[in-house]
Each structure stands twice: as C-alpha cells, then as structure tokens.
C-alpha cells in the first residue's frame, strides 16, 4: 500500500477545491457554510490553503466574505503573492457554471479528506505491524481508527431487542428511567415536574411569546442552567448580538440591574459580584452564534462542527421566524412549515433537546386573552412538530403594575402541548432588571 500512496499520490480533487473557493466568493450561504463545514486540511493545493484561511480571518473579523475582501486579506498577510496574484483570485470564478450543486462539492471534499485519512491510518498500521513483538493488538486499534473515521458511531447498529437493550442500557432507561443519559432540566421546577424531570434528547421544545415577553431571557436561562451541570450548549441568536446575549446571562448571573451593568452605573460591590461572575462564566462550556442570514442547512453545518471539537448536549434557536430556507418556497407560510419540519429532524439527528424560541401573533393581544395552539404566527406546523409547546403569558395590568412599583412581573408559563404528558400553568416571575425568570410564588 505504501508503494501504491508514493506512486499515485494522496486522493484530491484540486478542480472541486477552486469550485468551493469561487461559489464561497459569489454566494455569501456559500461562503458561511463552508466555513462551518471544511478546514484548511480539507484542501491539498497550498494556495488554496491559503486562501481559505484568509476567508476564515475574513470571517473573525466580522467582514464580508467575497472575492475583493479576501484578496485584501491576503495582500495585507503577505500572502497574495504565494497564491498566484491578483490573476488567480480573478480567474477562480472562470470555471463555476451558473448553476451549481454546492452540497455536492462540499461532499466530495470531505469523501476526499476521509480517504487521506484511512490511507494514513492503513499506512500506520504497516508501520506498527512490521515493528518486532507487534501483536493483534495493533489491527485491532487501526480496526478502530477506521471504524472512527468511516463512521461517527463506530459502525455499531443494533440488530435485534436485546442487543438495542445491550446499547442503550437496559430495560429501564427503555421505560423510562430518572437516570435517562441526556435529560436536560429546566430552570424552573415545577416545569421538570410536569415534564418528567426535564427536557429529552431529540425532543423539539418551542417556547412561545409576544415581543418583549422574555424569550431570549428563558432561552439564555436554559442554556446556562445546562452549562452549570457541564453539558455543552449553543445558542443561535438570529435577532441579538453575541454580545448583547452575554451581558444578559452576565446580569442574571451576578444579580446585576440590566440598566446600572449597560450603562457602567456600578459601585465597587457590585463590580466584585459581576467579575466573580465572569470568572464562573468563563467555565461555561456554551456557546453563542450570531451568524446572519443562518438557514438549517449552515445550522447543521456548523452543529456537526462544533460536536466534533466540544460535543453537544443542548440547541436553543432565537427565534424560528427569523430563519431563511435555502430555496424560496410559495409563501412565507411553507417557508416557517419547512423550517419547522427540518428542526424537529435535527434534533433527532444530533439526539439532543433543541430548545426552539417563537413568535406569537397579535390575536390574543385584541382579543384580551391567554394564548393558544393556534396564536403560533405563520404556521400550524410548529405545533404539530413539536414535542411540547410552552407559552409566555402576563396580564398586562399586572405588567404596568409591576413597571410602576419596580417589582418582579407575575407571568404564566403554559403547557399548551405535551406529547407524552399533560398540560398545565407554571406560575413563574419575570424581573426584566435581573433578566431573569424565576419560579413564582
């Protein structure tokens, strides 16, 4: 084999890696998605090596990702004149055709990657078996590396009850053990009461509100309450900033004023709690993206990434009607149903709980009542998807009321849909100033 490798060289595709380095140039998707997807590892050709990661710092940046931008980033490295020049970054989109099948490249990248590996992981192994002494032991690890590399679960499928049994750790987790690997509990209490101990991999959780009722505060809270217990989280903020994210888990976690933390109105007190607090934080294994424009597909991208390199335990989405679809659909209503449909597969896919936050529409607000199934703005499908649905509910009296005495709202959390229990009201305080849902009295 190592005769074959020296004579044939490495499997690539240099034509497919100028075909990702121009559709990332003339398509910002594109661009975000091999971002999420590839590494300079992936490309064999050294200027192509480069000029990816000059997209990357492009990307670090906050910058565009296009043709001129990364030129300049290259230029400014020293760089450009190792990729060729100025003639390269332009000639690079001479061969992408109008239409292309960008998922297929991406494919045929990644095939190829995987190949190089194995070859090195065979070659290894002809290494350690001609080594004096060398016993089975060594087939069996490069047996496993292989399984590893072809395979994310190790190629093990369960073939009947009892080895599904063997797999998954017997009869009781199977009916419903407290100990179920995964379950996520909810900040709240009483909620994981009525839930069953807390939120389950692959379930769909939509958490409903009208704006400015808390749902980027109880998205946060969740996401942060499964970082204390060390399980990793991501959090998509489509609307807010990172930063405007982070300062909000910051408040709740110091029991800082919102307004006093924004605006640098802190004595020296609290300032000892906001930087224990950031020292607690900084231990957090979450994660905040605020990419633009995220559509499932870079979603997912990026999702299979970052459980590569930190695992995964916990998804929240800020918020469903904010994400785009790859390809336009008919009406704004198929677009949200798609989305919904491509959500609930991703959170089997990656057997997490994706926490999916929700917009409700102004119905209930004219109609001066509690919210429903039916209030889910632009879609029914959300409900049908989803294995529970929670709503944000406070009367506005009480909410002007609050506002007035400087107080903790009272907020109803509904239990509109739950497939495997009942239904039910959590009786919880929204204090805006602590961005921070607590349990009610």
Same mark, same amino acid.
């Given at each position: 084999?190592?005769?074959?490798?020296?004579?044939?060289?490495?499997?690539?595709d240099?034509?497919?890696?100028?075909?990702?380095?121009?559709?990332?140039?003339?398509?910002?998707?594109?661009?975000?998605?091999?971002?999420?997807?590839?590494?300079?590892?992936d490309?064999?050709?050294e200027?192509?090596?480069?000029?990816?990661?000059?997209? +990357?710092?492009?990307?670090?940046t906050k910058?565009?990702?296009? &043709?001129?931008?990364?030129?300049?980033?290259?230029h400014?490295?020293?760089q450009?004149?190792?990729?060729?020049?100025?003639?390269?970054?332009?000639?690079?989109?001479?061969?992408?055709?109008?239409?292309?099948d960008?998922?297929?490249?991406?494919e045929?990248?990644?095939? !190829?990657?995987?190949?190089?590996?194995?070859? *090195?992981?065979?070659?290894?192994l002809?290494?350690?078996?001609c080594?004096?002494?060398?016993?089975?032991e060594?087939?069996?690890?490069a047996?496993?590396?292989?399984?590893?590399?072809?395979?994310?679960? /190790?190629?093990?499928?369960?073939?009947?009850?009892?080895?599904?049994?063997?797999?998954?750790?017997?009869?009781? #987790?199977l009916?419903?053990?407290?100990?179920?690997?995964?379950?996520?509990?909810?900040?709240?209490?009483?909620?994981?009461?009525?839930?069953?101990?807390?939120? &389950?991999?692959?379930?769909?959780?939509?958490?409903?509100?009208r704006?400015?009722?808390g !749902?980027?505060?109880?998205?946060?809270?969740?996401? =942060?309450?499964?970082?204390?217990?060390?399980?990793?989280?991501?959090?998509?903020?489509?609307?807010?900033?990172?930063?405007?994210?982070w300062?909000?888990?910051?408040?709740?976690?110091?029991?800082?004023?919102?307004?006093r933390?924004?605006?640098?109105?802190?004595?020296?007190?609290?300032?000892?709690?906001?930087? #224990?607090?950031?020292?607690?934080?900084?231990?957090?294994p979450?994660?905040?993206?605020?990419?633009? /424009?995220?559509?499932? &597909?870079? %979603?997912t991208?990026?999702?299979?990434?970052?459980k590569?390199?930190?695992?995964?335990?916990? =998804?929240?989405?800020?918020?469903?009607?904010?994400?785009?679809?790859? /390809?336009?659909?008919d009406n *704004?209503?198929?677009?949200?149903?798609?989305?919904s #449909?491509?959500?609930?597969?991703?959170?089997?896919?990656?057997?997490?709980?994706?926490?999916?936050?929700?917009?409700l529409?102004?119905?209930?607000e004219?109609?001066?009542? !509690?919210?429903?199934?039916?209030?889910l703005?632009?879609?029914?499908?959300?409900? +049908?998807?989803?294995d529970?649905?929670?709503?944000?509910y406070?009367?506005?009296?009480?909410?002007?009321?609050?506002?007035?005495?400087? #107080?903790?709202?009272? %907020?109803? %959390?509904?239990?509109r849909?739950?497939?495997?229990?009942?239904?039910?009201? =959590?009786q919880i305080?929204?204090?805006?100033?602590?961005?921070?849902?607590?349990? /009610?009295?």
């Amino acid at each position: 084999m190592s005769e074959i490798v020296l004579r044939s060289g490495l499997p690539s595709d240099t034509t497919t890696e100028d075909l990702v380095l121009a559709a990332m140039f003339s398509d910002a998707e594109a661009a975000q998605q091999a971002l999420d997807a590839l590494t300079s590892d992936d490309f064999t050709v050294e200027r192509s090596r480069l000029i990816f990661a000059a997209a +990357q710092e492009v990307q670090n940046t906050k910058g565009a990702i296009d &043709r001129h931008t990364v030129t300049m980033q290259l230029h400014d490295s020293g760089q450009l004149a190792k990729v060729g020049g100025m003639a390269t970054m332009v000639g690079l989109g001479d061969s992408l055709p109008r239409v292309f099948d960008f998922d297929s490249y991406l494919e045929r990248l990644q095939t !190829k990657t995987t190949l190089r590996r194995a070859i *090195r992981a065979a070659n290894r192994l002809i290494v350690e078996c001609c080594q004096q002494g060398a016993g089975v032991e060594a087939v069996r690890e490069a047996e496993e590396l292989l399984r590893k590399i072809l395979a994310p679960d /190790g190629g093990k499928r369960p073939e009947n009850f009892e080895k599904f049994l063997e797999a998954t750790g017997g009869l009781d #987790r199977l009916i419903g053990s407290t100990a179920d690997d995964g379950m996520i509990p909810s900040p709240w209490p009483m909620l994981n009461e009525i839930i069953g101990g807390g939120f &389950r991999p692959g379930q769909k959780v939509i958490i409903a509100a009208r704006p400015g009722e808390g !749902k980027t505060v109880a998205g946060a809270q969740i996401a =942060v309450t499964a970082a204390r217990r060390g399980t990793g989280s991501v959090l998509f903020s489509l609307e807010m900033g990172k930063e405007e994210i982070w300062k909000r888990v910051l408040c709740n976690e110091s029991q800082t004023h919102f307004g006093r933390l924004v605006h640098g109105r802190i004595d020296e007190t609290e300032r000892k709690h906001i930087a #224990r607090a950031a020292s607690r934080m900084a231990e957090f294994p979450m994660f905040v993206d605020d990419a633009s /424009g995220r559509t499932i &597909r870079s %979603m997912t991208t990026s999702l299979r990434k970052h459980k590569a390199q930190h695992g995964l335990g916990l =998804v929240v989405v800020d918020y469903l009607q904010l994400m785009e679809v790859s /390809g336009r659909k008919d009406n *704004r209503v198929q677009e949200v149903t798609e989305l919904s #449909r491509q959500l609930k597969l991703a959170a089997k896919e990656f057997k997490v709980p994706f926490i999916v936050l929700a917009q409700l529409n102004r119905a209930m607000e004219k109609d001066g009542r !509690k919210p429903q199934l039916s209030d889910l703005r632009e879609s029914g499908s959300i409900e +049908q998807d989803a294995d529970v649905v929670l709503m944000l509910y406070r009367d506005q009296k009480e909410k002007a009321a609050a506002i007035e005495e400087r #107080r903790p709202s009272k %907020m109803e %959390m509904l239990i509109r849909k739950q497939r495997n229990g009942p239904t039910g009201v =959590v009786q919880i305080l929204f204090d805006p100033r602590l961005m921070q849902i607590g349990s /009610g009295e």
